[in-house]
């Protein structure tokens, strides 16, 4: 049973029999949980120092009701048996600095590289525990930065557009005539043409389709500097994908720089300090172009995990399922 991620609801209408209660015969008497060692301190931390690897990933994942929970993995494992290497209640560095030191100095000085996002507690993390250990901000916690200044000035014309047509329906009601209100090229409202532009601003140019591309025109024409912010956003992501000399993607990022500074564009400047605090971590992605996708795919299985069991009230014990099949 602890092969693959299932519960015991999941095997109602094959076996006919009461899911809950073979769930909880399971944990009582089918399963060795109550001999688990580390049964009594699962609630708030987990370790398999054994599962260590030269390459780490660490991240954040939430179990039930908002709480925290860091994750350290091992890469090499791509997410099999042998994955996980800590679950810590939290992400409070302190807590999970202490937590990561009973493993032994020795073997976290073995380990190379570790990849993670922004987060200063993440990086403490890193620094304390593995510190001979390179450590990598993901190039994706980066894009999305810029993203989400993109959209964010999208969404802000957007809401403008709104109240623009509201008061427009306003007037035509009081001057007692119908409201039309005026269509672009190819039929989209203002409103419309706002809302509807946002996934094709995630995709680089040749990936649109014929309508993206018509409607990617009309947008660009109409707002200038969305247009600005998505040739800022694709040139970044175009550093990452394309870029593969370090010295090289520092030259590129330092014109990128240049021009955020001469857009104005008061939340691409903050995405610049961003960068601009933690541009040795991100330029160490030029060195194995090693990413944080490891990382998210193990909180995927760990969410649809967490969805055969329709939420997660026993901690410990699902903790004690998830380390059974990844630790």
């Known amino acids: 049973m602890d092969k693959y991620p299932i519960s015991g609801n999941s095997l109602e209408k094959f076996y006919q029999i009461d899911g809950d209660r073979f769930g909880q015969q399971y944990k009582e ?8 060692e580390q049964r009594q301190h699962a609630q708030e931390w987990i370790l398999f120092p054994e599962n260590i690897g030269p390459f780490l990933s660490i991240d954040e994942t939430s179990l039930s009701n908002g709480d925290l929970y860091t994750v350290i993995t091992n890469k090499e494992r791509n997410g099999k048996k042998g994955t996980l290497i800590a679950m810590i209640e939290g992400t409070n560095a302190d807590k999970v600095i202490s937590i990561l030191e009973q493993i032994p100095e020795e073997k976290r000085h073995e380990v190379i590289e570790v990849t ?17 250990a390179s450590r990598v901000i993901d190039r994706f916690h980066v894009q999305k930065l810029a993203y989400d200044a993109m959209q964010e ?24 005539r119908p409201y039309v209100p005026i269509r ?22 040749e990936k649109w389709t014929d309508n993206q591309k018509i409607r990617s025109r009309i947008l660009f024409e109409q707002y200038p500097d969305i247009q600005k912010a998505y040739s800022l956003t694709h040139a970044l992501r175009l ?3 394309k870029t593969h ?32 605090t933690h541009y040795p971590e991100i330029l160490n992605f030029f060195d194995n172009r090693s990413t944080n996708a490891s990382a998210e795919s193990f909180n995927s299985k760990i969410k649809a995990f967490r969805t055969t069991f329709r939420g997660v009230i026993d901690i410990p014990f699902f903790l004690f399922r998830l380390s059974k099949i990844y630790a």
């Not at 008497?29 to 688990?36: A, I």
């Not at 993670?116 to 403490?124: L, T």
């Not at 672009?184 to 203002?190: A, C, E, L």
């Open 29 to 36: 008497h089918l399963s060795d949980y109550y001999q688990w």
């Open 239 to 241: 550093i990452f994908s």
């Open 245 to 276: 000399e370090k010295g090289i993607a520092y030259t590129k990022l330092a014109q990128w720089f240049n021009d955020v500074s001469d857009s104005e564009f008061k939340s691409f400047n903050t995405i610049s300090a961003a960068i601009y």
């Open 116 to 132: 993670m996002d922004m987060a200063p507690s993440m990086h403490k993390i890193v620094r304390s525990c593995f510190p001979k």
């Open 184 to 205: 672009f090229g190819n039929g989209d409202t203002r409103k419309q043409l706002l809302a509807r532009s946002r996934y094709l601003l995630f995709k680089s140019p």
């Open 153 to 176: 000035m999208r969404i802000a014309h957007r809401w403008n557009a709104i109240n623009d047509e509201n008061d427009q329906i306003q007037e035509a009601r009081l001057t007692h």
